[in-house]
């Protein structure tokens, strides 16, 4: 095998062909963050979001030894009723691509076939981060490191507060990542508008955000920026309210001994329960929303 396992969907194929301009989503949060059939029916409508505000939407995954860059109707719905899907982050790749498994994109996987497809723009809801006792887990999501090393600007809603966010912030610090919060001062903390914690950068401006993506290449800086876009407050679960929602999951986490990858899956989905899905409408409009700027960032850079 000597050619990149490049497959392109009809529709992002056209899109190439003409120059439009295109929307990364990754397909992790259709497997390992919403249930079915919520996550197939999420897919397709950030899908048209993006559609709606003017770029084409690339889902990536990984099924039959290929990089799918776009999904067809068939292979969306194939992908959001299996089970047993791997979770793929850079580790696990290659070795997936290599034994023609089937597998979900993280944010780092995402990041990195994005870019091997020309696409600077990448949309989800949340990005992974230190985990709260990473000082003796060593839990640090590979996300970041991400970040640091693929130029591709991802729209998220900042990182969930089950992570240790003043932790996620120093490490992206450290690892030169850009994070721009959008429109206000706040980092923002997924469900909630307001972390409390002040973003290292703030923009207003879709285009600026653009500007900002092609000067780092001019720089021949690596990497890409972390854009947090706040939740739309109709959709907002305030901090004091989400809080001991989160230490539950935490410590039912920490009871059953979860570890590594499955983590992340299991607090969303105890979060699900527990919030009896209030916190899964928010986790849509949310994604909603970041398809939106991403569409409109994708357009400044086309
Ligand atoms: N955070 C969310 N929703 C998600 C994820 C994280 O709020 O769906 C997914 C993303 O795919 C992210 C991955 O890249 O989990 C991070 O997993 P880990 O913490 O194991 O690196
Ligand atoms: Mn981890």
Same mark, same amino acid.
């Not at 039959?64 to 299996?82: K, N, P």
């Not at 923002?188 to 780092?216: Q, T, Y």
């Given at each position: 095998?000597?050619?990149?396992?490049?497959?392109? *969907? +009809?529709?992002?194929?056209?899109? =190439?062909?003409?120059?439009? +301009?295109?929307?990364?989503?990754?397909?992790?949060?259709? $497997?390992?963050?919403?249930? @079915?059939?919520?996550?197939?029916?999420?897919? =397709?409508?950030?899908?048209?979001?993006? !559609?709606?505000?003017?770029?084409? +939407?690339?889902?990536?995954?990984?099924?039959?030894?290929?990089?799918?860059?776009?999904?067809?109707? &068939?292979?969306?719905?194939?992908?959001?009723?299996?089970?047993?899907?791997?979770?793929?982050?850079?580790?696990?790749?290659?070795?997936?691509?290599? $034994?023609?498994?089937?597998?979900?994109?993280?944010?780092?996987? $995402?990041?990195?076939?994005?870019?091997?497809?020309?696409?600077?723009? @990448?949309?989800?809801?949340?990005?992974?981060?230190?985990? =709260?006792?990473?000082?003796?887990?060593?839990?640090?999501?590979?996300?970041?490191?991400?970040?640091?090393?693929?130029?591709?600007?991802?729209?998220?809603?900042?990182?969930?507060?089950?992570?240790?966010?003043?932790?996620?912030?120093?490490?992206?610090?450290?690892?030169?990542?850009?994070?721009?919060? %959008?429109?206000?001062?706040? @980092?923002?903390?997924?469900?909630?508008?307001?972390?409390?914690?002040?973003?290292?950068?703030?923009?207003? !401006? &879709?285009?600026?955000?653009?500007?900002?993506? !092609?000067?780092?290449?001019?720089?021949?800086?690596?990497?890409?920026?972390?854009?947090? /876009?706040?939740? +739309?407050?109709?959709?907002?679960?305030?901090?004091?309210?989400?809080?001991?929602?989160?230490?539950?999951?935490?410590?039912?986490?920490?009871?059953?001994?979860?570890?590594?990858?499955?983590?992340?899956? %299991?607090?969303?989905?105890?979060? @699900?329960?527990?919030?009896?899905?209030? *916190?899964?409408?928010?986790?849509?409009?949310?994604?909603? /929303? /970041?398809?939106?700027?991403?569409?409109?960032?994708?357009?400044?850079?086309?």
């Amino acid at each position: 095998m000597t050619s990149l396992p490049l497959t392109y *969907s +009809p529709e992002v194929a056209a899109a =190439r062909a003409s120059g439009a +301009p295109l929307v990364a989503l990754e397909s992790t949060i259709i $497997t390992h963050g919403m249930p @079915f059939p919520q996550n197939v029916e999420t897919a =397709r409508a950030v899908e048209a979001e993006v !559609r709606a505000h003017g770029a084409v +939407p690339a889902t990536i995954a990984i099924m039959d030894g290929q990089i799918h860059i776009g999904l067809t109707d &068939a292979e969306l719905d194939r992908l959001g009723q299996a089970s047993h899907v791997a979770k793929l982050s850079r580790a696990d790749l290659a070795a997936c691509l290599a $034994t023609g498994g089937m597998g979900a994109t993280t944010v780092a996987a $995402t990041m990195i076939c994005a870019h091997l497809a020309g696409i600077k723009v @990448f949309a989800t809801g949340g990005i992974g981060g230190v985990h =709260r006792g990473a000082e003796s887990s060593f839990d640090v999501s590979a996300d970041l490191m991400e970040l640091a090393a693929t130029p591709v600007t991802v729209v998220a809603a900042g990182a969930k507060a089950i992570l240790d966010l003043p932790k996620t912030l120093e490490v992206l610090e450290t690892q030169g990542v850009p994070v721009i919060a %959008f429109g206000q001062d706040d @980092f923002p903390a997924f469900w909630s508008r307001r972390s409390g914690l002040r973003a290292p950068l703030r923009m207003d !401006r &879709a285009e600026d955000i653009a500007a900002a993506h !092609r000067m780092r290449g001019l720089l021949g800086l690596p990497g890409g920026q972390l854009v947090a /876009n706040p939740i +739309p407050p109709e959709a907002e679960i305030p901090l004091a309210e989400i809080t001991p929602v989160i230490e539950a999951a935490l410590a039912e986490a920490a009871a059953q001994g979860i570890a590594a990858k499955a983590v992340t899956p %299991f607090l969303l989905d105890r979060m @699900f329960q527990l919030t009896s899905g209030r *916190s899964l409408t928010s986790n849509i409009a949310l994604v909603l /929303n /970041n398809a939106r700027l991403g569409a409109a960032i994708a357009g400044h850079l086309a």
